[in-house]
């Protein structure tokens, strides 16, 4: 691509050089012409290759770009279905912080009101970290599901320009 667009800077100063000598009176119409058109032919030609390359350097970031988003997907929902797994069999939230867990209690001497009202707060605060994790999932698989989309619009306009 690198070359290509650095012949079409050479064939534009070609054209350029062209239309000053011309003014210059160096050529005459017939000879400007004559020599426009050639470059014009090699222009549109090296036009043409570029549009062609930079539609193959489109696609395929395109298709890179999907793959990894379907990737990052399947792994986003891999993990979700596995907590959601954990949750239903009874096992506790999964936690990618380790100091999230409450180290258990080895007192005996606690009373069992201040057990079941200890038990009730961690419940509440498994409860409310279950529903966090739920809504930041939720935001993720919303963020990809709209990043699929947009790499799905692209690609129907790059098939719409084929």
Same mark, same amino acid.
């Given at each position: ?6 012949e @079409? %800077? ?5 054209? +350029?050089?062209i239309y *000053?000598?011309h003014? @210059?009176?160096?050529? +005459?119409t017939?000879?400007?012409?004559r020599?426009l058109?050639k470059?014009? %032919?090699?222009?549109s030609g %090296?036009?043409?290759?570029?549009d062609?390359?930079q539609?193959?350097v489109d ?7 999907r793959?990894?988003?379907?990737? +990052?997907f399947?792994a986003k929902?891999?993990?979700?279905e596995a907590?959601?797994?954990?949750l ?9 912080n ?11 001497s606690?009373t ?5 009202? *200890? ?7 498994s409860? +409310?970290?279950?529903?966090q ?10 963020q990809?599901? *709209?990043?699929? %989309?947009?790499a799905m619009?692209r690609l *129907?306009q790059?098939?719409?320009e084929?």
């Open positions: 691509m690198k070359v290509l667009k650095l @079409k %800077l050479i064939i534009g100063s070609a054209l +350029n050089t *000053e000598a003014a @210059k009176g160096s050529i +005459n017939i000879e400007r012409d020599l058109q470059y014009k %032919l090699d222009l %090296l036009e043409k290759t570029i062609e390359n539609r193959v696609l395929y970031d395109l298709e890179v770009t793959d990894e988003l379907v990737k +990052n399947k929902l891999a993990e979700i907590q959601v797994k954990n239903r069999s009874g096992g506790p939230p999964l936690r990618s380790p100091e999230q867990r409450k180290p258990e209690s080895t007192d005996r606690d069992v009101a201040q057990d079941k009202s *200890e038990h009730q707060a961690e419940d509440e605060k409860r +409310n970290e279950q529903d994790q739920i809504t930041d999932a939720e935001k993720r698989i919303d990809i599901r *709209e990043e699929v %989309l947009k619009d *129907e790059i098939e719409a084929g």
